[in-house]
Nanobody, 121 residues
Framework: QVQLVEPGGGLVQAGGPLRLPCVASGRTFSSRAMGWFRQAPGKEREFVGAISGGTYYADSVEGRFTISRDNAKNTMYLQMNSLKPEDTAVYYC?????????????????WGQGTQVTVSS
């Protein structure tokens, strides 16, 4: 079993940066693919990016967002730069049962509770 917690989030001005951590409990963190998703009001949950051996990003965040992980701390990070008002959403971290990268919501077995990110214009 894996539990995920996202303690970050908040309000930031457009153009600014924000870093979201995702802290995982349980063993085998380093062997799992991890992902970030987001959901804006009235919209479906969408893929942001994922990390396993490498990283993979949605086109909408490519070049602005960076995912990294510290396996010694069981923590994954989402560094968000050049934020835009359209990045406003609840952000979720997620973990798969194994190492393969995926952009599909259905591929992830464990989810955090989500954290609100609001970008003001």
């Amino acid at each position: 079993q894996v539990q995920l917690v996202e303690p970050g989030g908040g309000l930031v001005q457009a153009g600014g940066p924000l870093r979201l951590p995702c802290v995982a409990s349980g063993r085998t963190f380093s062997s799992r693919a991890m992902g970030w998703f987001r959901q804006a009001p009235g919209k479906e949950r969408e893929f942001v990016g994922a990390i396993s051996g490498g990283t993979y990003y949605a086109d909408s965040v490519e070049g602005r967002f960076t995912i990294s992980r510290d396996n010694a701390k069981n923590t994954m990070y989402l560094q968000m730069n050049s934020l835009k008002p359209e990045d406003t959403a609840v952000y979720y971290c997620a973990a798969r049962g194994y190492a393969g990268l995926s952009y599909s919501v259905e591929a992830y077995d464990y989810w955090g509770q989500g954290t609100q990110v609001t970008v003001s214009s």
